[in-house]
């Protein structure tokens, strides 16, 4: 059964951006979220890949990452990525959070931090979201080529894995839609350092 962290990853993932009274802002907005839940869109059959909490993938310490890598499926639909994960419980004074993982997407020569916006698609530039379990990167239908989707493990200092034995972990779902999943190399934005380790799957990779 999908957890919460993949609800929320999978139905974020396919919503419909809105443009009513109080919508037409950026994503994520208090106005309207992510955007409206649009199960056409979550059902449409279109490419996925999808990662339920893998055990092998998650994170035990800050500064690790998971990389996954492959191809946009079809270049006349969106490209999109999603990352959720269920936080550990936080403090009831001030900040709430505890665990922070960040999502990054590097595709078409440029790359996308989660949650940076402009109305409804993702631009390049902007600072990682330090705060959300829930982080984004959305691009219009004409995307084509290799993808590299990237989750940093900016911070674990809580349990976000109970009962494993380990006071200080983290897992996540992760959906990328309009994708196929393969080992490929990926031409990275002007400035930017793509090293094989994040061309290539790993060992810890999980299909």
Avoid: W
Avoid at 170 to 192: H, K, M, R, T, W
Wanted: charge should be negative.
């Amino acid at each position: 059964p999908p957890s919460p962290a993949m609800t929320k990853a999978y139905l974020a993932n396919s919503a419909r951006y809105l443009t009513g009274a109080v919508a037409g802002d950026t994503l994520p907005s208090i106005g309207q979220g992510m955007g409206e839940m649009n199960l056409g869109f979550a059902f449409d059959g279109v490419a996925r890949i999808v990662k339920h909490q893998i055990p092998a993938q998650e994170f035990s310490a800050t500064s690790q990452s998971r990389t996954f890598t492959g191809t946009v499926s079809d270049p006349s639909k969106p490209f999109r990525v999603t990352l959720a994960f269920t936080d550990a419980p936080g403090s009831t004074v001030g900040n709430a959070f505890v665990n922070n993982l960040d999502l990054t997407v590097t595709v078409g020569g440029n790359t996308y931090k989660g949650n940076v916006f402009n109305l409804a698609n993702s631009i390049t530039g902007g600072s990682a979201d330090p705060a959300n379990n829930l982080e984004s990167v959305f691009l219009p239908a004409g995307v084509t080529g290799n993808f590299i989707i990237t989750v940093n493990a900016t911070n674990i200092a809580g349990d976000g894995v109970p009962g494993d034995g380990d006071a200080t972990d983290q897992d996540f779902a992760l959906v990328c839609y309009n994708c196929v999943e393969a080992p490929v190399s990926v031409i990275a934005a002007a400035g930017s350092t793509v090293t094989e380790e994040n061309c290539l799957p790993f060992d810890g990779m999980v299909g």
